[in-house]
């Protein structure tokens, strides 16, 4: 439709961002649906249908098909546009497009699917809804260490009661890398949410895992951990 987001150009990690959608380099695309997803999405769902899900900072993720196809409303919710008409033409999923004043909405024709195109710190319950859970694969390693306590902030205000969250991030010695994805413990994960939300680790998988075993070896760390959290809002 020609319709751009509205975006804060002036941010350099937007820029970052965009720039690596731009030139394809998303190392951190895969090319399956997330198996952390799959184990833990039953706890995440709590077993109902038809339920809201958002998956913030989500690329073109094929997690929002398979969410979709388990037969509820999925949310996507990334900076790029690339990303958008990306995750839409290789799934072959028929879209139109709409605007709202910090967004440009993607809606699946014939599937329960919105991508919406914009800053996610300008995500509220008036232009998404709420949600009965997030997915929040790899997102919450992907912010400025600033702007955490707002992340955590935004992700409580757009949950319903009880809303949950599956949580998957990074943990390595942050000495060896001051980069994006950043490493975020067990006790980080409650220090944000905490409060809010109580926090139960799931699972710390090690580089027994494949996954977990490239993201080391990849950036050339010691060690890693990939901590898979469940977070149910007090």
């Not at 991508?115 to 790899?138: E, H, Q, R, Y």
């Not at 205000?157 to 943990?171: C, D, F, K």
Request: net charge negative; hydrophobic share 40%.
């Amino acid at each position: 439709s020609g319709l751009r987001p509205v975006l804060n150009m002036e941010s350099q990690e937007d820029s970052y961002w965009l720039e690596r959608w731009e030139k394809g380099m998303t190392g951190w695309h895969k090319d399956s649906v997330d198996q952390v997803l799959q184990k833990y999405f039953d706890l995440l769902s709590g077993g109902k249908s038809n339920l809201s899900i958002l998956v913030p900072l989500c690329g073109k993720t094929l997690d929002i098909t398979w969410i979709c196809e388990k037969g509820h409303n999925v949310v996507g919710c990334d900076l790029s546009d690339v990303a958008a008409r990306e995750f839409f033409e290789e799934n072959n999923i028929l879209y139109s497009t709409s605007e709202l004043p910090d967004f440009k909405v993607y809606s699946a024709t014939n599937k329960n699917i919105k991508f919406l195109v914009g800053d996610i710190f300008k995500l509220t319950s008036d232009c998404a809804g709420t949600f009965d859970a997030i997915w929040d694969c790899n997102a919450l390693v992907a912010v400025n260490v600033e702007d955490r306590v707002k992340y955590a902030e935004l992700l409580t205000n757009l949950l319903n009661p009880q809303g949950r969250i599956l949580m998957a991030t990074w943990e390595y010695n942050q000495a060896e890398r001051a980069d994006y994805p950043f490493s975020i413990p067990n006790i980080l994960v409650k220090q944000f949410f905490g409060s809010k939300f109580n926090v139960e680790l799931l699972a710390r998988m090690d580089s027994s895992d494949a996954h977990t075993m490239h993201f080391l070896s990849f950036f050339k760390l010691s060690y890693a951990f990939r901590p898979i959290h469940m977070l149910i809002l007090k």
